[in-house]
């Protein structure tokens, strides 16, 4: 087994202890994909590592090729230009995908098929639905630089994607961006045992005990 491999495999153990808020926060709310993609399918949290794909507007040829170019665990963020015109995906692609062994779709445009995928482990990430379905003529492009979301994306980036939405983070800022999710989650883990502890009658109506430490500070220099 490869050091690249067991690397990888670290990178996504912790990533599946967090969310796309703590990685969002630790970024500095950067790297968020519009609020309108969601999950059509969610049953955990879609973590891995990113295959891009873009697509013409209307036309999914491309998509089709990702998904027999890719390998299992991938997960494939696509380009559809945010196009209302057809579905980018439906049923018979996202259950070759998964027979393919990818684990999740994310598709900046529409899907159909919204019973059937439902019902796929494969988990697909959308903008919404439309029963048009699209052509297959191009062009398009496999592992490049895309937008998606509203934000950069390139192939080998990580993903980490749950009913919160989805965030992208860049290779090369993965260790550093997990780390600070890390101390982001230990510091609301202690500020939530502070919260379910405190009682306003013990405290006789003061609320300083629970508020954040930050919170005075804040209000001082705001008013300055």
């Known amino acids: 087994m490869s050091k690249q491999y067991n690397e990888k495999e670290t990178i996504l153990t912790k990533l599946r202890e967090l969310s796309s808020t703590l990685l969002a926060d630790s970024m500095n709310y950067e790297n968020v994909m519009d609020y309108h993609i969601k999950p059509v399918n969610y049953k955990e949290p879609l973590v891995g590592q ?15 090729y990702a998904i027999y170019e890719s390998n299992p665990g991938d997960i494939l963020v696509v380009d559809c230009k945010g196009s209302t015109y057809a579905a980018c995906l439906g049923n018979l692609m996202a259950a070759a995908a998964e027979k393919m062994g990818i684990k999740g779709i994310i598709v900046d445009g529409l899907v159909r098929d919204k019973q059937d995928l439902s019902n796929m482990d494969i988990q697909i990430y959308s903008k919404g639905f439309v029963p048009t379905g699209p052509r297959k003529n191009g062009p398009g492009s496999f592992d490049d630089t895309i937008s998606c979301g509203g934000i950069q994306v390139h192939s080998g980036d990580f993903v980490i994607a749950d009913e919160d939405g989805v965030v992208i983070i860049p290779h090369e800022k993965i260790e550093e961006s997990i780390i600070s999710a890390e101390k982001k989650l230990a510091y609301e883990n202690k500020r939530l045992q502070k919260i379910m502890e405190f009682n306003l009658n013990d405290q006789h109506n003061d609320t300083s005990a629970l508020e954040p430490a930050w919170l005075r500070d804040a209000i001082k220099n705001n008013s300055q």
């Open 50 to 64: 990113v295959r891009t794909v873009s697509v013409y507007p209307g036309d999914n040829l491309y998509l089709h």
